[in-house]
């Protein structure tokens, strides 16, 4: 039971370039969450899926895409990354039954 | 707007000190509340609070809400080495949206 992975765990990139962060839960979790750690900011939310299906953005989605995969895998995309977006990607994933988050390992994003 | 202000902003302990962290919040239709542990990776849960007044325990951690006066605490007794991290809480309204403080570092030193 790994509960909740993230890829990459680290990844640089050059402003304009893209790529997805990926998400898994093996525990049947219905929602699923993608935030961004700064320092001093605290967690904000990017973007939310409820359940398998929907998907809803967060405080700051400007510049990302999601997709809910199945109710296992929520990705992360940026199209065309920039210097702001430099930060430390948190995915997250909940049950029906329980208000409790369980957070992934995050990934390192560094954009140049 | 909601909003939540966590103190101290970050504290430096001996061994064995005992330790309380605080929590203020103020959220439309708050349902629950949760304290995280964050060492140098992802937080680790640590409690839900859903009713005043009523303590949680788990080891030497223990937690407490007051839904009155919108807040919580978190204390820490005979803290170790390793409980050496950032603590954050977060309320929650219900609505898939979590309030994260910018959290409390703790720093115990041996």
């Known amino acids: 039971n790994a509960g909740v992975t993230q890829t990459p765990k680290f990844q640089v990139l050059k402003t304009g370039q893209s790529m997805t962060l990926q998400c898994a839960q093996d525990m049947n979790h219905n929602s699923m969450y993608w935030y961004r750690q700064d320092p001093g900011m605290g967690l904000r939310l990017i973007y939310y899926?409820?359940?398998?299906?929907?998907?809803d953005k967060g405080e700051v989605p400007n510049g990302y895409n999601v997709s809910r995969l199945n109710k296992r895998e929520f990705s992360l995309r940026l199209e065309s990354a920039a210097p702001s977006q430099t930060s430390v990607y948190f995915c997250a994933s909940g049950g029906l039954a329980t208000d409790t988050q369980y957070f992934g390992p995050g990934t390192r994003l560094t954009v140049l | 707007e909601d909003k939540v202000v966590q103190s101290p902003l970050s504290l430096v302990v001996h061994e064995g000190d005992t330790v309380t962290l605080n929590c203020s919040y103020e959220v439309t239709n708050f349902r629950s509340l949760l304290w995280y542990k964050q060492e140098k990776k992802a937080p680790t849960f640590l409690f839900m609070l859903t009713s005043s007044g009523i303590e949680k325990k788990s080891g030497r951690l223990s937690s407490i809400l007051d839904k009155k006066e919108l807040f919580s605490i978190l204390n820490i007794t005979a803290t170790q080495t390793g409980d050496s991290a950032v603590y954050l809480c977060a309320p929650y309204s219900g609505t898939y949206k979590y309030i994260f403080g910018t959290g409390t570092r703790l720093k115990v030193l041996a």
């Open positions: 899926s409820a359940s398998e299906g929907t998907t």
